[in-house]
């Protein structure tokens, strides 16, 4: 048996295969790099973005704090509008106040007017009597038997 072992086939072959077999784990090891080399790459585009993102939720959250800011502007803007519009509405219900009394005085208006007209109308036929008996005393004594 130390012959077979010793000699030049044996080597040969068993150095043969040792060599196969680092040849396969060479390559195996060679894949396995490759992967990790492809995971590295995949991994720092992963992390460019990753910041690009967290750029996008700064910038986006700079927004939202902005847009906080007007709303809340805008909310104190809507309750000055709120007590303007109800002091607006206290304005228009005493308008329409007034405007009702003046719509109930218009008639009692238009009466008076009228009383007035005639008396106006009283008032000049009296004034011409007296610019008649100014005028004309004599004719406007004897002429007329009854004169007012």
Known sequence: MYRRVN???FIGLTTFLIVVVM?????????????????????????????????????????????????????EDIHAMSGVMASMDNSISGMTGDISTMAEALP?????MLGMSASV?????????????????????WGNVMPF
């Open 7 to 9: 000699s030049g086939r």
């Open 108 to 112: 009692k208006m238009n009466d008076t």
């Open 23 to 75: 040849a396969i784990f060479t390559w195996v090891m060679y894949g396995m790099a490759k992967q990790v080399f492809v995971l590295s790459d995949v991994m720092l585009e992963m992390n460019g973005s990753i910041k690009s993102m967290n750029q996008a939720v700064v910038d986006m959250s700079a927004s939202v704090n902005e847009m906080n800011g007007t709303i809340s502007g805008m909310a």
């Open 121 to 141: 109308g009283k008032m000049s036929y009296d004034l011409g009597l007296a610019a008649y008996a100014f005028s004309q005393p004599m004719s406007y004594m």
